[in-house]
């Protein structure tokens, strides 16, 4: 089993910066495919941004030039900075990872969610 822990959430003022990070451990042997949802009240759960194995990345149009996913050497962890934030930011992160144990089974990990609140 694959665990996702996510922190960096918070409360900020519009046109603020916040960085979220999600950490994940277990027995893996691949992760194909690293992202970042967002689910806002009485909205559906939306990609957010994404990143592959093989480092590319593909962002929601909301967010483009705004937010950057990036993720570390280990490649086990992964970060979404977000600057210029709006009200409409305001939602549930949750991360999200794909791959393969190292029993060679497939998994596919959420993080607890964080919540970010941007204030107008």
């Known amino acids: 089993q694959v665990q996702l822990v996510e922190s960096g959430g918070g409360l900020v003022q519009a046109g603020g910066s916040l960085r979220l990070s999600c950490a994940a451990s277990?027995?893996?042997?691949?992760?194909?495919?690293m992202g970042w949802y967002r689910q806002a009240p009485g909205k559906q759960r939306e990609l957010v941004a994404d990143?592959?194995?093989?480092?590319?990345?593909n962002y929601a149009d909301s967010v483009k030039g705004r937010f950057t996913i990036s993720r570390d050497g280990t490649k086990t962890t992964i970060y979404l900075q977000m600057n210029s934030l709006k009200a409409e930011d305001t939602a549930v992160y949750y991360c999200?990872?794909?791959?393969?144990?190292?029993?060679?089974?497939?998994?596919?990990?959420w993080g607890q969610g964080t919540q970010v609140t941007v204030s107008s």
């Open positions: 999200n990872m794909r791959g393969a144990t190292s029993f060679l089974r497939d998994f596919d990990s």
């Open positions: 990143i592959t194995s093989g480092g590319s990345a």
């Open positions: 277990g027995r893996i042997f691949r992760i194909s495919d």
